[in-house]
């Protein structure tokens, strides 16, 4: 069951005047709770004008009594605007242990011994759990070369900008960055424009040998994960080898009470947290929104089929996904769904989102 913890802030660092990065304090009693994998992120929530609000940020560093998080201000973003204007080191925040799939695979020693070509690409506050998988692999690994696509407006919003030129600078060789600037003139057109169209082809044939390519990492918006995964699949880049992670701007993901919907024309049975709740699901409603409208607690993040957060299984029933970026074809063919891509084909279905 998922349960929050509520965790000290012991330090609020400026990164670019558009983001910051939280720390966390580890208390040792909740050390083995929040073991984390380089790239995953911390479900984080509070009250803000009444209301329970609750975000993902991802990883970019930890240690054996810290995480820390990084948090992009936006205009548009109720939490990273509470963050900015209100919390301070002190302060507690709940949180929930570390989770997410798109992340190095530690577990699979042989994996990460054979591979030794890594491409990251990040766009804006998708550097951040980027940043903890170049740091580990950096650090923990003897052979692996890591080009680093790194997108951004211009030179003043680039984040952790001097931690990767302290990493370059220290593992010389093994680490090259490309940064993207495109609100800015660089010597060469293609690094002063928006990727898009021929755009991602152009890039990865000017900086990047695809055919040594072990692994590929992609964060960021979904036009431009969509255009590198594309490129990439184009140069012959196996689809499993292509890891996925949606970064938006969520303008509202509080938790809303209960909405029964007169039209619902089917009946679906959640389970999450060991609990199961029936629920209406009208037509043309995804099973996410169903369960969230329903009062249900279940796990969502992007809501655009990449991150994998709101996977589940359908135990009875059948349902077809819209977008499907976060699943590889095995996890479909055992019944696994991205609720927020389900739609129920079913007059009624089961679905677990625990196992």
Known sequence: MSVYHSLKVVEVLPETDEAVTLKFDIPTDLSNHFKALPGQHLKLKTHIADEEVERFYSIC????????????????????????????????????????????????????????????????????????????????????????????????????????????????????????????????????????????????????????????????????????????IDKGIDKKNIHLELFGTPTSQTVRRPVVHSDADKQITIISGGRKQVIGLAEGQSVLDAAIDAGASVPFACKGGVCATCKAKMVEGEATMAINYGLEDYEVDLGYVLTCQAHVQTDTAIVDFDV
């Open 61 to 232: 560093q930890m240690g054996d009594d810290y995480l820390r998080v990084g948090i992009k201000n936006v205009p548009e973003g109720v939490f990273s605007q509470h963050i900015s204007s209100t919390i301070k080191a002190g302060d507690t925040i709940d949180v929930m242990a570390p989770q997410g799939d798109f992340c190095l695979p530690l577990e699979d020693t042989e994996s990460m011994k054979q591979a030794t070509q890594y491409l990251f690409v990040a766009a804006g506050s998708g550097v951040t759990p980027i940043l903890a998988m170049v740091t580990y692999l950096l650090e923990n690994t003897d052979n692996t070369h890591i080009d680093f696509v790194y997108i951004n407006a211009k030179r003043q919003t680039v984040m952790f900008f001097d931690q990767l030129e302290a990493l370059k600078n220290r593992y010389m060789g093994r680490l090259s960055i490309i940064h993207v600037l495109t609100r800015e003139p660089r010597d060469l057109d293609i690094l002063s424009a928006r990727p898009e169209g021929e755009r991602f082809e152009q890039l990865l044939s000017a900086f990047i040998n695809t055919d040594t390519l072990d692994h590929t990492y992609l964060c960021g918006p979904l036009p431009i994960i969509e255009g590198f995964r594309e490129a990439l």
